[in-house]
Nanobody, 124 residues
Framework: QVQLVESGGGLVQAGDSLRLSCAASGRTFSSYVMGWFRQAPGKERDFVAAINRSGGSKRYADAVKGRFTISRDNAKNTVYLQMNSLKAVDTAVYYC?????????????????WGQGTQVTVSS
């Protein structure tokens, strides 16, 4: 069991940057694959990025490649999402997730623990 708490969301202008953090409880953080998803109003929850247990491998959605970077600090039980060159279309609630499986194609099925989400709003 792991509990996840996101932070770092807010209101920014297009072109700005934000860094989201997700703090995990428990002693087994390093055993989990970690991911970020987002859900815009009226839309489904979409995959954004994922990182394997060691941090040596990462996956990104095409929409964020080159702009977002996922990282983790296993000593701090925290995963991050650095978001640069933000666009209005990035506006969504961002969710942190933890799960057991790291694969070529990452979906919500790879994850079984979820945070409450943090709102990111990008004004154009």
């Amino acid at each position: 069991q792991v509990q996840l708490v996101e932070s770092g969301g807010g209101l920014v202008q297009a072109g700005d940057s934000l860094r989201l953090s997700c703090a995990a409880s428990g002693r087994t953080f390093s055993s989990y694959v970690m991911g970020w998803f987002r859900q815009a109003p009226g839309k489904e929850r979409d995959f954004v990025a994922a990182i394997n247990r060691s941090g040596g491998s990462k996956r990104y959605a095409d929409a964020v490649k080159g702009r977002f970077t996922i990282s983790r600090d296993n000593a701090k039980n925290t995963v991050y999402l650095q978001m640069n060159s933000l666009k209005a279309v990035d506006t969504a609630v961002y969710y942190c997730a933890a799960g057991p499986i790291y694969s070529e194609l990452m979906t919500s099925l790879n994850f079984n623990f979820w945070g409450q989400g943090t709102q990111v709003t990008v004004s154009s």
